[in-house]
């Protein structure tokens, strides 16, 4: 119904016709996020959907002629998904055109200030405050810190510091504990007596799915995104490693 719309009385509380996401969107673009997400039924409906460039409304048997561009979003690997079978390998090819991938927030520092400063402006005008910009040591911590949680964790963070803040600059008292206890692991050495390529990558996958779930505080889709494996893959991998959520 949300995507393709229905007519009046087609279902209970259906009251009267309405128009779907694609409909809405005719001659213009549909943006879907998290694409990962889409139910194996409702995939077979948007790919007949893409490739026929029709669509019929719930209860209704009249066709409608539709030209949408479509962009999608995920946060997971698709091709991990088809290859586990929760993501049609047909969808996967038919929206996989232009593919673009962003680099989580950790991995692009550089677009912390940018970022900051279109948030303090968000909530200038949201919150009707009056925040000029951060101080110097507080945006010092907000670039060591990895952001596990990517933008939406800066816009939060940066919300909650304009909330508390008692002057027209942020500054290190307004950002949260644990980004300011935050420390990064330093690298272990490796043993160079121990010379195989495949032990030591599988020590390196240990601490990295350690690591994960910790960031992830034990869960496992989360972590399985920023490890870029497949949830089945790391629960595999966690019980070849023998690594217990009480280890994390």
Same mark, same amino acid.
């Not at 077979?44 to 490739?51: D, F, N, P, S, Y």
């Not at 200030?113 to 010092?140: P, R, V, Y």
């Not at 496992?220 to 991998?237: F, Q, T, V």
């Given at each position: 119904?949300?995507?393709?719309?229905?007519?009046?009385? *087609?279902?209970?509380?259906?009251?009267?016709?309405?128009?779907?996401?694609?409909?809405e969107?005719?001659?213009?673009?549909?943006?879907?996020?998290?694409?990962a997400?889409?139910?194996?039924?409702?995939?077979?409906?948007?790919?007949?959907?893409?490739?026929?460039?029709?669509?019929?409304?719930?209860?209704d048997?009249?066709?409608?002629?539709?030209?949408?561009?479509?962009?999608?979003?995920?946060?997971?690997?698709?091709n991990?998904?088809?290859?586990?079978?929760?993501?049609?390998?047909?969808l996967?090819y038919?929206?996989?055109?232009?593919?673009?991938?962003?680099?989580?927030?950790?991995?692009?520092?550089?677009?912390?200030?940018?970022?900051?400063?279109k948030?303090?402006?968000?909530?200038?005008?949201?919150l009707?405050?009056?925040?000029?910009?951060?101080?110097?040591?507080?945006? *010092?911590?907000?670039?060591?810190?990895?952001?596990?949680?990517?933008?939406?964790?800066?816009?939060?963070?940066?919300?909650?510091?304009?909330?508390?803040?008692? *002057?027209?600059?942020?500054?290190?008292?307004?950002?949260?504990?644990?980004?300011?206890e935050?420390?990064?692991?330093?690298?272990?050495?490796?043993?160079h007596?121990?010379?195989?390529?495949?032990k030591?990558?599988?020590?390196?996958?240990?601490?990295?799915?350690?690591?994960?779930?910790?960031?992830?505080?034990?869960?496992?889709?989360?972590?399985?995104?920023?490890?870029?494996? *497949?949830?089945?893959?790391?629960?595999?991998?966690?019980?070849?490693y023998?690594?217990?959520?009480s280890?994390?």
């Amino acid at each position: 119904s949300e995507f393709f719309g229905h007519i009046k009385g *087609s279902f209970t509380g259906a009251h009267r016709d309405k128009k779907g996401l694609f409909e809405e969107a005719n001659n213009g673009t549909l943006f879907l996020d998290e694409i990962a997400e889409l139910p194996l039924l409702l995939q077979v409906k948007l790919l007949r959907a893409l490739q026929e460039e029709k669509i019929r409304r719930v209860g209704d048997n009249i066709f409608i002629p539709i030209n949408v561009r479509i962009i999608t979003a995920t946060l997971k690997n698709l091709n991990d998904e088809v290859k586990s079978g929760t993501f049609r390998e047909d969808l996967f090819y038919r929206i996989n055109v232009l593919p673009i991938h962003i680099e989580p927030l950790r991995a692009r520092k550089e677009d912390l200030k940018t970022l900051i400063e279109k948030f303090i402006e968000k909530f200038n005008k949201n919150l009707s405050l009056n925040i000029n910009g951060i101080d110097k040591s507080a945006m *010092s911590i907000l670039q060591n810190y990895e952001w596990y949680g990517n933008i939406r964790e800066l816009e939060n963070t940066i919300e909650r510091a304009m909330i508390l803040a008692n *002057s027209d600059t942020l500054t290190t008292k307004e950002l949260p504990p644990k980004i300011i206890e935050f420390k990064k692991e330093e690298k272990k050495v490796i043993n160079h007596d121990e010379l195989s390529i495949k032990k030591q990558s599988k020590k390196l996958e240990e601490e990295l799915i350690i690591k994960a779930l910790k960031a992830t505080y034990g869960n496992k889709s989360k972590a399985s995104n920023l490890l870029e494996i *497949s949830h089945r893959a790391l629960l595999y991998k966690m019980k070849e490693y023998g690594i217990k959520e009480s280890n994390t």
